[in-house]
């Protein structure tokens, strides 16, 4: 099953969740992360009427970096002995569709096409061998990064925390195995990334083990896995996709901020 967050293109109208197929949506009649999630069969709609939304709204985007092998290559050093972690605000999550705005303080802004982690339920001090039960499901991210002013910071909370830096979708995908996914992007129709979840240093369940040792989860919040090598430019006039086997493509259009 594949679940988004929509709304109907009218003025004011309630988001709501819904299982697709297709072109086809059936809205759900309770959360889904509510245990079983049940549908409302007698209420369904065409996905060319609704508005995508981000899937979830996480209260954090708890982010790894340096966790590809071909990535770690490209950007230079050696492999973390533990999983680098950095967070995301909420502030910047974007749903399909939405622009991602080029800031003026920045030269040289990045994609990173990730697979992205939903959590089901509030958690800490998971087990590795326990982490599948705090999974709700898996989606698209792209880690949008201000690549020269992560190198001038050290630190990465301004490059990758702009408004707009953080799409996230189109669909949250339920029982898909996290550790053999294809990850790819692609702008404007050409192949940047191509990889696969099996090409991580740290697997999800190490991850969600090493993040809630230190750090309570809530329903909704997301883990962004890393991103794999081909990572680049995005400009003004692009289009960039990030498409997760089983998910679907996260498509967004790329533009100067106009109000920088």
């Known amino acids: 099953m594949r679940v988004v967050q929509c709304q109907h293109r009218e003025p004011n109208a309630m988001p709501f969740y819904a299982a ?25 709609h065409s996905l060319g009427d609704v508005r995508l939304l981000p899937p979830v709204i996480p209260s954090k985007v708890v982010a790894i970096g340096k966790n590809y092998r071909d990535h770690i290559e490209e950007m230079g050093g050696m492999a973390p002995a533990e999983p680098l972690v950095f967070l995301k605000p909420s502030s910047s999550v974007i749903g399909p569709g939405a622009p991602i705005l080029l800031p003026a303080l920045s030269e040289r802004v990045e994609h990173e096409a990730e697979l992205a982690i939903v959590i089901r339920s509030r958690c800490r001090r998971v087990a590795e061998s326990e982490a599948s039960a705090v999974i709700l499901g898996v989606t698209a991210l792209n880690d949008v990064t201000a690549r020269d002013l992560q190198k001038l ?36 129709g050409e192949t940047r990334q191509d990889s696969s979840t099996d090409q991580l240093v740290f697997g999800v369940g190490r991850l969600i083990a090493h993040i809630t040792a230190f750090m309570t989860l809530y329903p909704g919040d997301v883990i962004a896995t890393g991103t794999p090598g081909g990572v680049g430019p995005l400009l003004d006039g692009d289009t960039i996709e990030v498409e997760v086997e089983g998910v679907g493509t996260l498509t967004n259009p790329v533009m100067a901020d106009p109000d920088a």
């Open 153 to 188: 910071d050290g630190q990465w909370s301004r490059a990758k925390g702009f408004d707009t830096f953080c799409p996230i979708g189109p669909a949250i995908a339920f029982g898909l195995d996290p550790g053999h996914l294809r990850v790819t992007s692609r702008i404007n």
């Open 20 to 44: 697709i197929e297709g072109d086809e949506l059936t809205a759900l009649a309770s959360s889904p992360f509510s245990e079983p999630i049940r549908l409302r069969h007698s209420e369904k």
